[in-house]
Structure formats: structure tokens, C-alpha cells
């Protein structure tokens, strides 16, 4: 057998190469280190490509050749050896064994490409394993949606492109700069030439690169549909991915015509076992855990201890990802593959039987968070649910849409209110949620009650002070038909703070102790504790800062058993109104100290709406000081918090009034446009970001802005700053690679390095930042 005279069987390139620059690189790196590197990923992320220019780019370094084996088409594992020596265009190669291979490859310094190889991975490993140990100059780059597997191999799992976050306003040179909108502009355009992405159709392109979840092949059979529908037209048919991703070129491999073929693919390689869990897997929304996997998905078919090394199968084949964080596994189906998996739980006619476990196993995790407020374990329980929030409104959604199943809908928003709809600032989910439930569920009872109570309160949070108060007449009305003095006693709270919110001081006192009168003496259940803190702040608020420490005391005592979490949990509300009092009386010090005091505990429990209620409070207490930047930079971060949690500062009294009067004095000392300046560095501020700016040191002369300050911890090197000014010149990479006489790619590099020690995530955040920065930065 003799070979040809070519050196190499690499195709040309049709279109370009967009994203994965870094992969890129690191495929590069590995294979020379490494005689084996296997791309893995799901179908359609590219790895095909990847390989294909990473071996290109390599071509000077294999005297004897790249060569390419295309493994898709062959489904008999005995042929792989064959497919090989055909690539290599072998004489006879229907005659070669891999001994024959050896040959050949022994002595030559050669980069063997074996492409698709999941549908026979056990015969190219054995093969891969074979001319490995006999061809010392042999390199092998392959492609799988599981690796080999064998000695020596380095595999690298190949990402989707990076896309623009949810919310994430973005200009069209902004939205360039993301690898997912580059691809679908450039591929839009080989169909209609002359698409460019407009400010008109930005939000659509990045809404498909998003719901596309970054993947390339979806994204190129997207742009394929551009020649009959408009970019916001694909983004608005995209609830049904499979069905519309269907035209993909007559050259690609069957497997990549439609999106439903890739997957089909995928599909076909998997076990029976391992394609019932998928299907059932497609239930959860968000990711998930081994527990709720265990436990949704096991039964008699599928064994509860068959369950960790089926998923361990599936994130193998790519089909799952899984992620680990802060000590906890978790999988996730991508939206493509759920789709595809919800098709076929339908059709099993299991889709109603498992929406409903998995509605029954999220109720119990609220319910467990929201009943074991003395647990030693309520730091995990609420940190749970706050990952499983995905999940938890897909139960919600199942109890809204399937009939007979409305309580229990109205049972999860009461277990959920406090973590989701106040704490983290959901008050619009929550009023949502609890008006569907309601109109379904009339029968008069608790939940009822509470759920009417509930409705009202935020109504009031959220400025709807029309719709609080039948709600909460409505709640109050049935709450005292019912012998239950727990509910009673939740309608007064929730009376209580309307009335506080509305600026009724008297009033809102006055409710909290009726709801404690109402209680027994020998209750000690969280309706005491929550009556106790509403007092506790009301009177603090009100002035009366004796009654306000001692109705913090007793709460506290309530709480003894339930360990540091809850105590911190229950000191937030009374530390802050005893804050305002200290402010009130001028004693700014001591302000400070309870104002960051309080926010340094809400800030562990993630609650947004105390978080904002104490960056308004040190507003107030720079403006005292006279430090009119920092309160006109407060000021603005606070209002961006309220936009974000979708409430407005008018639907708190208490706070209103005294934030219109900092904003007034500050207007006044600084004059309207170095206030504004503030102000919307304030409001630019990421949410993340609010934090470290309230609890700086007040006093101390600022000699940066404190947007700056913020990231003092990561301080940019001289080059970086200079990249960061050009960024908020407006220039692109290309440009800042000429202007500062560097390569493009280090332009790059600098570029992701300042994101980084920023902690941004847009060049528009970094533009923001050294526009606000000043001249002297430069020396940092």
C-alpha cells in the first residue's frame, strides 16, 4: 500500500470563522503537549468547525500532513479502521486492518482528524489507543459528544458562543462585539445581502442569540429564515425551535439539516434508560439536583439508584451540562434538548403524572424553608429555594394551567412570598401569581385568607394602594369568620405595614399590638416574632427608641433555638429604624454603624428591599456630613434598586419625604449638572456593585469617584487604563490594536482582563467607568 503525494485532506473554507478564539488557542496548546485532544459539546456547538481550523492553522507543524476522517456516515464499528486508511488514501483500504495503519503511520510526523466519532467511540478508541502507542509521531484531534476515554487523552468541552444577558441594553456596536450576533449577521447576510443588525433590529438579533442559547448551528439555521421573515419575526416563532430551524444547507450532513436531526442524532446514541430521563428530566426548568431527580423522576422503570449514573451517562454524551457551585452539583438541559424532551414525556403520556411530582416535590422545599424558621438548616433550606426559583415557578405555572390543582398554587406563593416576592424584590411576580390563584380558589379557608392578605400587601408595596385596600378588607372580613388566630394575627401584620408604609405611624402600632393580643399567650410561632419586628421598627421610626430595643429583645428570645441565621435575619428591620432614629437625632456616627450594620446582614439574605432602604438612609446621612457627591451617587444607586425591584419610593411614606429633601439639598450645593453626573453614576451602578460603594468609610476625602473605588481591590495595570479610555472612545478592538501598535488578539486579551478585575460584563460598563474616572487614575 502506498500513499498518495498530497500531504492532507483538510476542505476549504466556505464561510468564515466566528468565536471561539479562545478555544482556538487552547486546542493549540493542548496538542502540543498532548498526542490525544477530543472536542466534546452537544451537536451544533461547533466542534466540527473548531477542529477543522485548528488543524489548518497547525499544518506547517506535520510534515507528513493533516488529514481529516469524516466518521458520521459510518455505522458499522468494524469499518473504522477502513474509514482511516481511506482518508489517508491508502491503496486498497477495503483490505487494511489497523496493523497496516500502523505501518504507514509509523516514522511520519502526522495530525489525524477523526470527526463525529460518539456513534462509534468504543472502535476509535481501541483504534485511537492502537496507533498511538506504535506512531510516536502521530497526533490525533478528534470530535465527540463523549469522549474516548483513554490513556493520556485531554479533552476540551467546547462552549456555546457568549450571548447579551436578559435585560441587557445594548448599542449595535455593543451587540457586535458578542460572537453569537456576529454569526448571525454574517450568515443573515450570504442569504440577503445587505442585512446589517440596526438599532431597529438589535433587540430581536439578541433575543435570538439568547433563546438560542449561543448555540452556532441554531443560530446559522436562524439566519437562514431571513429571506422570508424579519429578525423579529424569527424571535417571536422561536417558542417552537424544532419546527422553524428547518433549512439548513443541501451541503451539510443530514444530521445537521434541521435542528431536530442533530438532536434526533443524540437521541438515538442513547440508552433506553438514559432516553426515558431525559424525557423526564425535561420537567425541570433551570437545572436541578440529584435529589429532586431522584426524586421526580424514579419510580419502577427507572430505580431511584440507577438515577446519578444515568445523568453521569447523559452529561458524558452532552446531552446534560452539569456545573458545580459553592459545593452543590447541578444539571441542566439545554432549552433545545428540554424541548425536545418535553416532545417525547408527551408522548409517553407521562407529561401530566410528572408535572404533577415535580409541582408535590417543590411545595414540600418551600414549605420546609418556610416552616423551619428555627432550623439549624435554614441557611441551606433558603439558599435552595433561591436556586430552585426556575423550578418553582414551573410548579406554579402546572397548578395555574391544569384543572383542580389552584390551591396548591396558592399554598406555594404563601411559602415563597418572603424570600421571592419581598426579599428579592419580585413584588409584580408575586401580585401576579397570587390574582390567578385567587380567582380559582373560593372556597372560604386559610389559604384563601392569607392569600387575599398577602394580595393586598403587595399591592401596597408595589403603589397599587387602590387595589390594597379591598383586598385586604376582603382578607380581614374572612380571617375573622375563621378560628384560626394565626390568620388573624397575619392580617393585622399585614394592616400594620400598610399603614407604616403609607406613613401612619399610630396606626400601624396600633395593628401590631392588636395581632399580638390576638395570639396566645403560649404561642411562640414566627406570627409573634413577625409582629414583634413590625413594632419594633414602627416604633423606631416613630421615635420611640426604648419600645423599638425592647420589642427587638423579645423577638430575638424567640428565636434562641434557631442558631445565628435567623437571629441576624430578625435584628435587619429594627437595626435600620434605629438607624433613622440616630440620624433623626443627628448622632451621625452611630447612624452609620446600624445603617451598614443592617445592610452588611440583608445582604446575606439576599434582600433586596432592606438593601434599598439602607442605601437611602446613607444618602440621607452623607448629605448631613456634607458630602453631596457620595449622597447624589446614593441617591442614584437607590433609585436604580427601586426600578429594579419594580416599586416605587412613593409607596413608602417613611422614606419619601426624607429622600426628597437629601435630593433637594443636594441639588442646591452641588448645582444640577454635578448632580446629575452623581446621580447617574449612582443609577449605572451594577447591582452588585451598590453594596461596596454604601459601606465605604464616610469621612475620608474621596480622591476617585466612587464608581472607581469600587474596583479598587482589581486595579488596572497602565496599558489596561489606556485600552479602557479607548473603549469609551468609542474604538474597536481592531482599532485599539492600531492605535496602541499591539496584535489584535493582545487587544483582546486586555480587554477580557478588564472585564475581569471590573467585574463587568459590557464594554459599555467599562466605557461608564473611565469616563467617570479621573485624570489622575492614570497613576494607579
Not at 497 to 512: S, T
Amino acid at each position: 500500500m502506498t500513499p498518495g503525494r498530497v500531504t492532507g485532506n483538510l476542505p476549504a473554507e466556505l464561510t468564515s470563522f466566528v468565536g471561539h478564539r479562545g478555544e482556538l488557542a487552547e486546542v493549540r496548546r493542548l496538542l502540543a503537549g498532548s498526542r490525544l485532544v477530543t472536542l466534546t459539546g452537544p451537536g451544533g456547538v461547533g466542534k466540527t468547525r473548531l477542529a477543522l481550523r485548528a488543524a489548518a492553522g497547525l499544518a506547517r507543524a506535520f510534515p507528513d500532513g493533516v488529514w481529516l476522517v469524516r466518521l458520521d456516515q459510518l455505522r458499522d464499528e468494524a469499518l473504522v479502521a477502513h474509514a482511516v486508511a481511506e482518508a489517508l488514501r491508502l491503496q486498497d483500504p477495503a483490505g487494511c486492518a489497523p496493523e497496516a495503519a500502523v505501518e504507514y503511520l509509523t516514522g511520519r510526523q502526522l495530525l489525524l482528524v477523526l470527526d463525529n466519532c460518539e456513534h462509534v467511540v468504543d472502535a476509535v478508541a481501541k483504534l485511537a489507543d492502537v496507533l498511538l502507542r506504535a506512531a510516536a509521531g502521530l497526533r490525533v484531534l478528534a470530535t465527540s459528544r463523549e469522549s474516548l476515554n483513554i490513556d493520556g487523552e485531554m479533552v476540551l468541552p467546547v462552549p456555546p458562543l457568549p450571548v447579551p444577558e436578559e435585560g441587557q441594553p445594548l448599542s449595535v456596536a455593543e451587540l457586535a462585539q458578542f460572537a453569537a450576533a456576529a454569526l448571525f449577521a454574517e450568515r443573515a447576510a450570504q442569504v440577503v445581502p445587505g442585512f446589517a443588525v440596526t438599532e431597529a433590529n438589535a433587540a430581536a438579533v439578541a433575543g435570538i442569540c439568547r433563546r438560542l442559547e449561543g448555540m452556532p448551528l441554531a443560530i446559522e439555521l436562524a439566519a437562514a429564515q431571513i429571506p422570508v421573515l424579519s429578525a423579529e419575526q424569527i424571535e417571536a416563532r422561536l417558542g417552537d425551535r424544532l419546527g422553524l430551524l428547518t433549512r439548513g444547507g443541501r451541503a451539510r450532513p443530514a444530521r445537521q439539516q434541521t435542528l431536530r436531526a442533530s438532536i434526533e442524532w443524540s437521541y438515538e446514541l442513547c440508552r433506553p434508560a438514559e432516553r426515558l430521563l431525559w424525557a423526564r428530566c425535561s420537567v425541570f426548568a433551570g437545572g436541578f439536583q440529584l435529589d429532586a431527580a431522584e426524586g421526580i423522576c424514579a419510580d419502577d422503570r427507572l430505580p431511584a439508584g440507577d438515577v446519578l449514573e444515568l445523568l453521569a451517562a447523559l452529561a458524558a454524551k452532552s446531552i446534560l451540562t452539569a456545573g458545580h457551585s459553592k459545593g452543590v452539583a447541578r444539571y441542566r438541559l439545554p432549552e433545545t434538548l428540554r424541548e425536545f424532551g418535553q416532545e417525547r414525556l408527551h408522548e409517553s403520556g407521562e407529561d401530566t403524572a410528572l408535572r404533577r411530582r415535580h409541582r408535590d416535590w417543590h411545595e414540600q422545599l418551600a414549605r420546609r424553608a418556610n416552616t423551619g424558621w428555627l432550623s439549624p438548616r435554614l441557611a441551606d433550606l433558603e439558599a435552595r429555594l433561591f436556586r430552585e426559583h426556575a423550578n418553582v415557578q414551573a410548579a406554579q405555572d402546572f397548578c395555574q394551567a391544569e384543572p383542580g390543582e389552584a390551591e396548591a398554587g396558592l399554598r406555594i406563593a404563601l411559602h415563597v412570598w418572603h424570600l421571592y416576592y419581598w426579599s428579592a424584590g419580585h413584588v409584580s411576580e408575586g401580585r401576579y401569581r397570587l390574582s390567578q390563584v385567587l380567582a380559582e380558589v373560593r372556597e372560604p379557608t386559610v389559604w384563601r385568607a392569607r392569600g387575599l392578605l398577602l394580595a393586598g400587601f403587595l399591592a401596597a408595596v408595589g403603589g397599587d394602594r387602590g387595589a390594597a385596600q379591598p383586598l385586604l378588607e376582603q382578607g380581614t372580613g374572612l380571617a375573622g369568620q375563621l378560628n384560626d388566630p394565626a390568620t388573624r394575627a397575619f392580617a393585622a401584620w399585614a394592616a400594620g405595614h400598610v399603614f407604616e408604609m403609607a406613613g401612619d405611624l399610630p396606626q400601624a402600632i396600633a395593628e401590631f399590638e392588636d395581632g399580638l393580643a390576638v395570639l396566645p399567650v403560649a404561642f411562640r410561632g414566627p406570627p409573634r416574632a413577625q409582629l414583634l419586628l413590625g413594632l419594633a421598627t414602627a416604633a423606631g421610626l416613630a421615635g420611640d427608641e426604648e419600645r423599638a430595643v425592647a420589642c427587638h429583645r423579645e423577638a430575638l428570645a424567640l428565636t434562641e433555638a434557631g442558631g445565628e441565621f435567623i437571629r441576624h435575619s430578625y435584628s435587619t428591620y429594627p437595626l435600620w429604624a434605629l438607624g433613622v432614629a440616630a440620624w433623626r437625632h443627628g448622632d451621625l456616627d452611630r447612624a452609620t454603624g446600624l445603617q451598614q450594620q443592617s445592610l452588611r446582614l440583608w445582604a446575606r439574605h439576599n434582600d433586596r428591599m432592606g438593601s434599598i432602604w439602607c442605601v437611602e438612609v446613607l444618602a440621607w446621612i452623607a448629605a448631613s456630613r456634607h458630602q453631596y457627591e457620595r449622597a447624589a451617587v446614593l441617591l442614584g444607586a437607590a433609585a436604580g434598586l427601586w426600578q429594579s425591584v419594580g416599586t416605587t419610593l412613593d409607596s413608602h411614606q417613611p422614606i419619601a419625604g426624607h429622600h426628597r429633601d437629601c435630593e433637594q439639598q443636594t441639588r442646591q450645593a452641588l448645582g444640577e449638572t454635578a448632580f446629575q453626573a452623581a446621580y447617574h453614576c449612582g443609577l449605572d451602578l451594577p447591582a452588585e456593585d451598590v453594596l461596596a460603594c454604601a459601606l465605604q468609610q464616610p469621612g475620608k476625602p474621596q480622591k476617585k469617584p466612587l464608581a472607581q473605588a469600587v474596583s479598587e481591590a482589581a486595579p488596572l495595570t497602565r496599558r489596561e487604563l489606556q485600552v479602557a479610555r479607548l473603549i469609551a472612545g468609542g474604538r474597536s478592538n481592531r482599532e485599539i490594536a492600531a492605535e496602541l501598535v499591539i496584535s489584535q488578539r493582545t487587544a483582546e486579551n486586555h480587554v477580557e482582563h478588564i472585564l475581569t478585575k471590573l467585574g463587568f460584563t459590557s464594554r459599555a460598563q467599562v466605557a461608564a467607568w473611565a469616563a467617570a474616572s479621573q485624570p489622575d487614575s492614570e497613576a494607579a
